[in-house]
């Protein structure tokens, strides 16, 4: 199972927004709606950000949003802030195996 | 809280096999399903396979196909993840995590701290 395909970089200023993609097939991100997003500083486990493609887990900033369409999903964080400079990765349920991850985003904020 | 809490870190050498164990608390052990994902120093995080804690059973990513087994005590909400023939390539952080509702298609909303595993030669 190869993994979804996320841009290695991304950066932005304070207050911008930004929007990683993913991109994965039919068999995985355009086949199902179990697509999701986490943030991972150094050091620390990965938290969920959104999940089945566009909701917020409770606790989660409303500038993290998700969409999906066709084979890519987007996260989109608005007003970006100093503390989301992290790195983030995209995973979807897939029929093959489950569960594939993408190869993670490193987002800088400058 | 809900909350699940490693074992801590091990080091094994070349051929051995390691026990990483996951224990859960603040919620129905039984109700949901947990996953073992890696991340090797420095890279992404890999899928290692599933549990479903109330009937046992278990799905393998290929990858770790006759090398993982996850097994599960009720009586102590614990989950385990042993993985065998270690070789160096195995040196990674493992994590338990929990799936957010009741399909075991959905995302991970609970994740352990994480379990350090060196594997030196």
């Known amino acids: 199972q190869s993994a979804l395909t996320q841009p290695a970089s991304v950066s932005g200023s304070p207050g911008q927004s930004i929007t990683i993609s993913c991109t994965g097939t039919?068999?995985?991100?355009?086949?199902?709606?179990?697509v999701s997003w986490y943030q991972q500083h150094p050091g620390k486990a990965p938290k969920l950000m959104i999940y089945?493609?566009?909701n917020r887990p409770s606790g989660v900033s409303n500038r993290f949003s998700g969409s999906k369409s066709g084979n890519t999903a987007s996260l989109t964080i608005s007003g970006l802030q100093a503390e989301d400079e992290a790195d983030y990765y995209c995973?979807?349920?897939?029929?093959?195996?489950?569960?594939?991850f993408g190869g993670g985003t490193k987002l800088t904020v400058l | 809280q809900v909350q699940l809490v490693q074992s801590g870190a091990e080091v094994k050498k070349s051929g051995a096999s390691v026990k990483v164990s996951c224990k859960a608390s603040?919620?129905?052990?039984?109700?949901?399903?947990l996953h073992w994902v890696r991340q090797a120093p420095g890279q992404g995080l890999e899928w290692m396979g599933i549990?479903?804690?109330?009937?046992?059973?278990?799905s393998y990513a290929q990858k770790f196909q006759g090398r993982v087994t996850m097994t599960r005590d009720t009586s102590t909400s614990t989950v385990y993840m042993e993985l065998s023939s270690l070789r160096s390539e195995d040196t990674a952080v493992y994590y338990c995590?929990?799936?957010?509702?009741?399909?075991?298609?959905?995302?991970?909303?609970?994740w352990g701290q994480g379990t350090m595993v060196t594997v030196s030669s």
């Open positions: 995590a929990r799936v957010v509702g009741y399909s075991m298609k959905d995302a991970f909303d609970i």
């Open positions: 603040g919620y129905i052990f039984t109700s949901y399903y």
């Open positions: 549990i479903s804690p109330s009937g046992g059973s278990t």
């Open positions: 039919s068999s995985d991100v355009g086949g199902y709606n179990y």
């Open positions: 089945e493609v566009s």
């Open positions: 995973s979807s349920y897939t029929s093959t195996s489950l569960v594939v």
